[in-house]
């Protein structure tokens, strides 16, 4: 975001303006107006800067002190579901993150399997199984928060597919042409037989 910080002069005329440390990046002084803008490229604890107005008899100062935050963050999973085995370890769910947030995720995971809570990686190996959940994974910072959903489910055995028709039931006329996808909400077919 675009930043404009402009002085009040409430007394006397001056020459040139100059700041103390140097401005966070992406933020500059106008040496003659005193106006800091720009807009900040990354992050910055609290900082307290040093602003020095002079003209040609006498100089003054004034601080200000800037922090600037990082962008609010977002998190996305592509894919965002699992489809695991009990004692088999699960492909790692990466999401894209931005924003630098602490991540949290609601409900707990299953057992076995856990969240990163920096880079929003889930991992690890289950050791119960659980029909399809959805879960809130949420990244925070100091400017906010976002939220996405993932689903798990874990099976007992090596065949956590699940497939429905819908409608299940339907009726046709000889000749008529027909078309039913069917719909997979759990795991990967190769094959329909």
């Known amino acids: 975001a675009n930043v404009t910080l402009t002085p009040t002069i409430t007394s006397g005329s001056v020459n040139a303006f100059v700041v103390s ?48 935050n990082p962008a609010a963050p977002s998190i996305v999973y592509n894919p965002s579901d699992i489809n695991g085995i009990i004692n088999q370890a699960i492909t790692a769910l990466t999401p894209t993150v931005t924003g630098s947030p602490t991540i949290t995720i609601s409900p707990a995971l299953p057992a076995g399997l856990v969240i990163n809570n920096l880079t929003g990686v889930i991992s690890g190996t289950p050791t119960a199984a659980i029909s399809r959940t959805s879960y809130t994974v949420t990244a925070t910072n100091a400017s906010g928060s976002a939220s996405a959903i993932i689903t798990i489910s874990i099976s007992a055995t090596g065949c956590p597919i699940v497939f429905n028709y819908s409608p299940a039931s339907n009726t046709y006329t000889t000749g008529a042409n027909v078309t039913l996808t069917p719909t997979i909400t759990s795991g990967s077919v190769n094959a329909f037989v």
């Open 21 to 68: 440390p140097a401005l966070p990046a992406g933020l500059g002084i106008n040496a003659t107006n005193g106006s800091i803008t720009g807009a900040p490229t990354g992050v910055s604890s609290a900082t307290t800067y040093l602003v020095t107005a002079n003209n040609n008899t006498c100089s003054a100062t004034s601080s200000v002190t800037i922090t600037v």
